[in-house]
């Protein structure tokens, strides 16, 4: 029998994560602020639940298991092949730099306001100077992440026709890996137990919060 080296539960999230992005994109540019809130909301409760399930879930979904030191780095580069299952050292850093990426965006939006449509929660506790650069933030960010999106999916060509690994394959399916105690994938359930703490925490936090003044609609 064959364990996924990537999880049911790790893989609908990474599906996920495109799909939002995308999602908030098109609202914003469609003026659908309050689609574009919960977007942003459900960007932030995926990315939170992504570092807690590096931590507690599965084998190769732990950062332990594909932190990208100095010396992995080093390694993977005078090796020059791809045989590690997992994350190699750049794949890596690339998930480590659209997390963080996607959480400063999540956030940085949380100060934002348009003053017609839409104040994001943190507004009524923020000075106009932290707004003012929580919204700069929120756009250069978001230049950033379609470059490193761009270079994603480079990579993800390159992989397919130059090392010949179909990556997208291995992210639908799983690829499997032999039957060991350390690859047996933790359940769904407890993947969807630790996603709702996520939201039930959030929401809490945010019913402490003053209410917002009312915004006018012209």
Do not use: C
Not at 85 to 112: D, E, K, M, R, W
């Amino acid at each position: 029998m064959l364990y996924p080296v990537w999880d049911v539960s790790q893989r609908l999230v990474h599906w996920l994560f495109p799909i939002l992005i995308g999602f908030s994109w098109w609202s914003a540019e469609n003026d659908r602020m309050q689609w574009h809130a919960y977007a942003g909301y459900a960007l932030l409760a995926l990315v939170m639940w992504r570092l807690l399930w590096g931590f507690v879930g599965s084998h190769y979904a732990r950062f332990g298991q594909f932190w990208p030191s100095l010396s992995r780095l080093r390694s993977y580069i005078k090796r020059g092949d791809d045989t590690d299952l997992g994350h190699n050292p750049l794949g890596a850093l690339s998930v480590f730099t659209l997390l963080l990426l996607i959480l400063i965006q999540a956030v940085s939006g949380l100060f934002n306001t348009d003053e017609l449509f839409l104040d994001g929660p943190l507004v009524v506790i923020a000075s106009d100077k932290v707004i003012e650069l929580s919204s700069e933030v929120h756009e250069l960010v978001w230049l950033l992440l379609q470059v490193f999106i761009g270079l994603h999916l480079a990579a993800i060509t390159w992989y397919r026709f130059v090392r010949k690994r179909n990556l997208v394959r291995a992210m639908w399916f799983g690829q499997g890996v032999p039957k060991l105690s350390e690859h047996q994938p933790r359940s769904v359930l407890f993947a969807l137990s630790l996603l709702a703490g996520v939201v039930v925490i959030g929401w809490g936090l945010g019913s402490l919060l003053p209410e917002p003044e009312p915004l006018y609609y012209w």
